[in-house]
């Protein structure tokens, strides 16, 4: 098991959004995974990490099934 990062010191954010908006956001998550540069062509700034963008990709996905589930409970 890989040794993750400090992140004690990040920021932590709320954000209100609408269900379209993290759809929109998953979409684009989506994108870019599959169409970023490989590694070596970006400088080391813009070098995220693989499994960043699976955990922002795990964490929209249960936001929509979230939504998903509630939209069919209420049905």
């Given at each position: 098991m890989p040794i993750l990062p400090d992140r004690s010191g990040?920021?932590?954010?709320?954000?209100?959004?609408?269900?379209?908006?993290?759809?929109l956001l998953?979409?684009?998550v989506v994108f870019y995974q599959e169409n970023r540069p490989i590694s070596g062509?970006?400088?080391?700034s813009h070098q995220e990490s693989t499994n960043e963008l699976q955990h922002m990709k795990r964490i929209l996905f249960?936001?929509?099934?979230?939504s998903?589930?509630?939209?069919?409970?209420?049905?």
């Open positions: 990040d920021h932590i954010f709320q954000v209100n959004l609408r269900e379209s908006e993290v759809k998953y979409n684009a062509d970006r400088p080391p249960a936001m929509m099934m979230e998903n589930y509630h939209a069919a409970d209420g049905v």
